[in-house]
């Protein structure tokens, strides 16, 4: 195991009703003026945006709204809050809904104290240091930004979609976990969230390094979790037990828990963006597409592995005498998982088209420090297309 920092300061409040908080948990952290700020009108329809509001009434507290953030957030909707912020006084950012809208919280909070254009923290012209604080009231078990120390958005100049560096400062104060709101989200956000879970462990799990037996371990029993929720929360929408442990292992799968002390990889996650920069699918639709392709590549780097990924994950039983042959159908498995819950797992299936694999290579060249990439097998240009053509098969 690699020595390691673990400072992850979100106070999570988790379970059903819990939102009735918020107001509390905004003045606990020193807001007095918040910025409310959520997506296309999920959180109208299913109570999120009435419970919220009426926990900041009670808590007397003012609140302005920006509202429409797109999944796959964009720069525009970043310069609207920053200058909203500015011009109301904000103290205090409040994100309601799943990680596009954390995100542009994120980032919003980022650019407030900053007299330039924010989107210098993600090209690494300014260090992000401090930040207004954010909470999040998370109604899409995801991408994890309820925990995470990131944010990902697209700069709608050149359409880059990039994530910025890491920083403690954007953590957020503190999230609420309500599964109940999940489950008004269609099956396929809640696959497609599934997907990002599992590929936030995977990302993790595929290392070089040695000695990692206890997250190995860690990793293991959330990708089983998810294995098991996932199915039971698409037949069943309203089921309370499977949409609480999506909840909950979405953010452990992103909060770092289960990565530290070990190499990571994170070479699916680079060529999921530039899919849904190109073609704005569904982050975990992505994923579905390319994660499988990329284990297919990089499999016979470390077999074993694989091996034990298919045995511990889907219970396929060891081949001592070629454990290749297992570690190629934990690969099969997952794939076959992914199209169960109704994901795409080809190109065609998300609208990508195999002509533009150069130009997404290109693209992501583009990013300072663009190639290689991936702590598990280093991927060039040239593996990047090898991997994006296995995907386009
Ligand atoms: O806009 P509304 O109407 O709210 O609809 C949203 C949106 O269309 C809908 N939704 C959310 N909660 C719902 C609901 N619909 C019905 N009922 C509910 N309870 O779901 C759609 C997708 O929402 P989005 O926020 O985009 O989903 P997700 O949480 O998957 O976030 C994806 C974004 O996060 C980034 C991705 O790249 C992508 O841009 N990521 C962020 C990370 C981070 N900050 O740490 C890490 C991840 O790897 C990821 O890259
Ligand atoms: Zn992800």
């Not at 819950?341 to 290579?361: H, N, Q, R, S």
Request: with cysteine; charged share 20%.
């Amino acid at each position: 195991m690699n020595n390691f920092t673990f400072y992850a300061p979100t106070l999570f409040a988790f379970g059903d009703g819990e939102e009735k908080n918020t107001g509390a948990l905004v003045r606990r952290f020193g807001g007095s003026k918040v910025l409310l700020v959520y997506g296309g009108g999920s959180v109208k329809k299913n109570g999120a945006y009435d419970a919220v509001t009426s926990s900041l009434n009670q808590a007397e507290i003012s609140y302005v709204e920006l509202s429409g953030i797109q999944a796959n957030p964009r720069s525009g909707k970043v310069y609207e809050g920053i200058e909203l912020c500015r011009k109301e006084g904000v103290d205090f950012l409040l994100a309601l809904g799943g990680g596009s809208v954390i995100d542009t919280a994120k980032a919003i909070g980022m650019g407030v104290g900053y007299d330039g254009d924010f989107w210098d923290f993600f090209t690494g012209k300014a260090p992000i240091t401090t930040s207004l604080p954010v909470g999040t009231v998370l109604t899409i078990s995801a991408a994890g930004s309820e925990g995470s120390d990131s944010c990902v958005i697209t700069q709608e100049a050149g359409n880059l979609k990039w994530g910025c560096p890491k920083s403690d400062a954007i953590r957020p104060k503190f999230s609420i976990l309500n599964p109940r709101y999940t489950c008004s989200l269609p099956a396929y956000q809640t696959a497609s969230g599934a997907v990002d879970m599992l590929a936030h462990i995977c990302e993790r799990y595929f290392t070089n390094t040695a000695d990692v037996a206890l997250t190995d371990r860690l990793c293991e029993a959330l990708m089983r979790t998810v294995v098991d929720a996932a199915p039971r929360a698409i037949a069943n929408p309203d089921d309370y037990a499977a949409r609480a442990d999506l909840m909950w292992t979405g953010m452990l799968a992103h909060n770092n828990s289960c990565g530290v002390g070990r190499d990571q990889d994170w070479a699916s996650h680079q060529m999921e963006h530039e899919l849904s920069a190109f073609y704005d699918c569904a982050h975990g639709a992505g994923l579905a597409v390319v994660m499988p392709a990329w284990m297919e590549y990089v499999l016979p780097h470390n077999p074993m592995r694989f091996a034990q990924f298919a045995q511990c994950v889907f219970g396929c039983e060891m081949d001592f005498a070629c454990p290749e042959r297992t570690a190629r159908e934990g690969v099969e498995r997952l794939r076959a998982f992914f199209r169960s819950l109704g994901m795409p797992t080809t190109f065609a299936e998300i609208g990508a088209d195999p002509k533009d694999i150069p130009a997404m290579v290109a693209h992501r060249a583009e990013k300072p420090g663009g190639f290689p990439f991936g702590g598990f097998v280093k991927i060039g240009p040239d593996e990047m297309e090898s991997i994006l053509r296995l995907a386009a098969r």
